[in-house]
């Protein structure tokens, strides 16, 4: 399972606690992203190879959601010997509508969904943050509320931050 652009691999955590009765499940973090290192350059055939290098398969299906599925499609396009199936999530050239792309979500979706993935990043970091002995934060709590989050995105989103030193 191959993630998007601007998250890591902990976004499939439901989902491969479903799937590992099923069968074996792979999850990698982008090179940059979560907890691995940046690869330069920065390419579809290179992000490609990396994640092959460290998957220890010879032949898998593949789920990719966005950059992971466009990383995907290159990994079936330049190593067809190893994809058995490919499984693409919202995996297209351009998130938006324009008039050359009426496949896209309309631009106030798409900005919300983008509020939201940074959001969801910035409470990732304040809570690993607050758990480390280096922290001066001494809290770090939230609270969203995503309304019909399918069709709209919608939140509300509160932190709350405190700078006095851990002891």
């Not at 907890?35 to 032949?59: C, M, Q």
């Not at 919300?112 to 990732?124: K, S, Y």
Request: hydrophobic residues 45%.
């Amino acid at each position: 399972m191959i993630h998007g652009w601007g998250v890591n691999s902990e976004i499939w955590i439901s989902l491969v606690d479903e799937l590992k009765f099923f069968a074996s499940v792979y999850v990698v973090d982008l090179p940059g992203m979560g907890g691995s290192s940046s690869i330069s350059p920065y390419t579809l055939d290179n992000l490609a190879k990396e994640i092959k290098a460290n998957v220890p398969i010879k032949k898998c299906s593949i789920l990719g959601w966005s950059l992971g599925g466009q990383v995907a499609m290159s990994m079936a396009i330049k190593m067809p010997e190893i994809i058995e199936k490919l499984i693409l999530m919202s995996t297209t050239p351009c998130f938006v509508k324009k008039k050359d792309w009426p496949h896209g979500v309309n631009k106030q979706f798409f900005l919300n969904f983008f509020i939201f993935i940074l959001h969801l990043t910035f409470c990732r970091m304040c809570i690993d943050c607050c758990w480390s002995d280096r922290c001066r934060l001494t809290s770090a709590s939230y609270f969203f509320h995503s309304r019909s989050f399918a069709s709209t995105c919608g939140m509300l989103f509160i932190v709350s931050l405190s700078s006095t030193p851990m002891s």
